[in-house]
């Protein structure tokens, strides 16, 4: 139910620093030594080749002490005890992610574990992870856990669009279907509290509605030039949308029920090969559903997820024979007490999530085959 605290006072939270552009990790030293001398650098195998080498020489060069710790895949609890023990008996005095969404969650509990400062090196736009004073912890076997909150957000964001530029244009598009999330959320979050414990602010409204604005005009554009692995102004925009304004805006605006049904969809074993936001953008037509927008209404936001990629049916995510038992269970863990679902300003309960679901695969269903575009 919103704002059942009759909260008055509004928030708005963000990292201390956010640097973006092509030669960000060559430079990376001078941005830096501001946190520290000594880092703990948490990343995986492949992304330690892909920018890790990089940037441990350049961090090196100027007289940096570089712990690696190599990150194991997923953000539980466990190896988050893992890498914090490293840090501190190398006695390191910051920490950096270098990756995706599940490092960078990691890494930031590992922060606030150590009580030291992070800097996020994202080398995918693949989520809004980066930017936020939360973390999303998952079991060992990779379902959803719990949601943890810190007291500040991360000191510095660095972003090397070159890098991104160089990833499979699946991240990039995940990234669109996480961000196209951000303001049709906080739509229904307006009256709810946000991440920061109070009222969302009139500028948080408008990082959302400036966020879906780039995505909507430059999203296929972005996704053709990282194809090519060209950095061109379209890119660099939806990058920033994708991980400055989506970071911002879910973070200050709230999430809602794309979320909560996103978190569900853990408990279903044969969707854990898709990324964050391929399950988000599913669950924006479901929301959308919930909410009763017109068809013209899901047709516009069909029309952009269709045009990089995303899936929009049972089908596309894998799941064409998923059963109305798998249903309600993702519905009941969308509709678990705490969850964001609860933000929304339509009713809603269990039956109706689950209808909402078959709703979204049927309205998306007949989009593709009104538009020719089945598959």
């Known amino acids: 139910m919103p704002n059942p605290k009759q909260l008055t006072e509004r928030v708005f939270q963000s990292p201390s620093k956010y640097i973006q552009g092509p030669n960000a990790i ?4 001078s941005y830096l030594k501001g946190l520290g001398r000594a880092p703990l650098l948490t990343c995986d195998d492949l992304v330690f080749e892909i920018a890790g080498r990089t940037l441990t020489d350049t961090l090196l060069q100027s007289n940096f002490k570089v712990t ?3 990150f194991g895949g997923e953000a539980s609890t466990e190896e988050i005890n893992r890498l914090a023990d490293l840090g501190r008996t190398s006695h390191v005095d910051f920490i950096i992610a270098l990756g995706g969404g599940k490092v960078i969650d990691s890494a930031k509990n590992i922060a606030d574990i150590l009580s030291l400062p992070i800097a996020v090196l994202p080398t995918t736009a693949s989520t809004d992870a980066p930017c936020s004073a939360l973390s999303v912890i998952y079991t060992p076997s990779g379902s959803f856990e719990k949601y943890t909150f810190y007291g500040k957000n991360p000191d510095l964001v660095l972003v090397d669009t070159s890098v991104i530029a160089r990833a499979p244009p699946r991240f990039l598009c995940a990234g ?4 196209i999330a951000t303001n049709v959320e906080a739509k229904q979050a307006r009256r709810s509290a946000n991440f920061g414990g109070l009222m969302p602010t009139e500028l948080s409204e408008s990082v959302g509605a400036k966020c879906e604005e780039i995505l909507f005009r430059y999203g296929r554009q972005a996704y053709e030039a990282n194809v090519v692995g060209a950095v061109t102004p379209a890119f660099e925009a939806v990058v920033e949308a994708n991980t400055l304004l989506s970071g911002l805006g879910f973070e200050s605006g709230g999430l809602a029920a794309a979320h909560a049904i996103h978190n569900g969809f853990t408990a279903i074993h044969a969707m854990h090969g898709l990324l964050h936001g391929e399950k988000v953008a599913f669950g924006v037509v479901c929301q959308l559903v919930l909410a009763g ?14 045009s990089v990629n995303l899936p929009v049916t049972f089908r596309q995510l894998g799941i064409p024979d998923v059963t109305d038992e798998e249903l309600r269970e993702v519905a009941k863990l969308a509709c678990a007490p705490g969850e964001t679902i609860w933000n929304m300003e339509t009713a809603v309960n269990e039956s109706v999530v689950f209808y909402a679901m078959k709703g979204a695969n049927a309205a998306s269903e007949s989009y593709l085959e009104r ?3 089945a598959r």
């Not at 669109?176 to 961000?179: E, T």
């Open 371 to 373: 538009t020719g575009r």
């Open 26 to 29: 060559k430079n990376a030293a």
């Open 68 to 70: 690696r710790g190599v």
């Open 293 to 306: 927008a017109t068809t013209a209404e899901l047709d516009r936001y069909i029309e952009l997820m269709v």
């Open 176 to 179: 669109i279907g996480d961000a």
